[in-house]
């Protein structure tokens, strides 16, 4: 892992080089709420997948997650203020412009990268993500709750139950997931979304019922298509080859 200091933030990510053959078009990869760059990208193979097809790889650790820096204000990880984490991570490579695919929340984060930045945004790949970066403030409140329950066994819903499993497993700071629910639930409205006038994939799971629809996302933006990545939910998607294939047609046929 490398390590860069952004605007009051200590970021870890790591640089893989693509093998054999060399596209000059890196790829920056933004993982989900509660993951990191490992657990989002290495173990199902999408790092292996993409260096494969010729692709300088980053993938860094978000604000409060993996071996970043952690925060315990909601205010900390407003999605804007994580889109110019990776802005600053492009400028510390010295990368111009980039493909971006982020999952979930990072998906979010890759929407208002492209936003405020479109010429570093070669193309967005959405994975995770449908209308609910639109209509939807991310995941439900009472996840934050169920970080900060002093047992997994004093949990209700089974929402709840799953997202504070999933952090324990990824060993992540409860404090800071709590905060991080709570302050990264900014939306874009239909018309900013029809401003982005960059390649954009959005791929989903046809079970996922956190994401909203991918297709009705899709249609807002000027050069937008939907994935569909069948019999899967959001949890199961990520490594799904139905979405390794999407993307790399995807990555091949945009301009």
């Not at 504070?164 to 639930?185: H, P, Q, V, W, Y």
């Not at 959005?202 to 933006?221: C, I, S």
């Not at 050069?223 to 998607?237: E, K, P, W, Y």
């Amino acid at each position: 892992m490398l390590e860069f200091y952004g605007e009051g933030a200590r970021l870890a990510f790591a640089d893989e080089k693509p093998t054999g053959f060399d596209r000059g078009e890196p790829i920056l990869l933004i993982h989900g709420f509660a993951s990191n760059h490992a657990v989002n990208w290495f173990f199902p193979q999408w790092v292996k997948t993409l260096t494969e097809d010729g692709r300088r790889v980053i993938a860094l650790d978000n604000r409060g997650h993996g071996r970043s820096q952690k925060f315990y204000a909601p205010a900390d990880y407003a999605v804007p203020k994580m889109a110019e984490d990776c802005r600053r991570l492009l400028d510390h490579l010295d990368i111009e412009r980039a493909d971006v695919m982020g999952y979930s929340m990072g998906a979010r984060i890759a929407a208002f990268l492209a936003k405020a930045h479109p010429e570093r945004t070669r193309s967005m790949i959405l994975g995770g993500l449908g209308h609910h970066l639109i209509d939807g403030a991310g995941l439900p409140l009472g996840i934050a709750d169920a970080m900060e329950a002093p047992s997994i066994d004093d949990l209700m819903t089974p929402n709840q139950r799953l997202f504070r499993s999933f952090a324990e497993a990824t060993k992540s700071d409860l404090r800071a997931m709590a905060a991080c629910i709570r302050g990264a639930r900014q939306l874009l409205n239909e018309s900013e979304a029809r401003q982005i006038g960059v390649p954009v994939l959005v791929a989903t799971g046809t079970e996922d019922e956190v994401a909203g629809d991918p297709h009705k996302l899709a249609a807002m933006f000027p050069a937008g298509q939907a994935l569909d990545i069948v019999g899967r939910d959001h949890n199961r998607a990520v490594g799904d080859p139905i979405y390794k294939k999407g993307v790399l047609k995807f990555l091949a046929q945009r301009p």
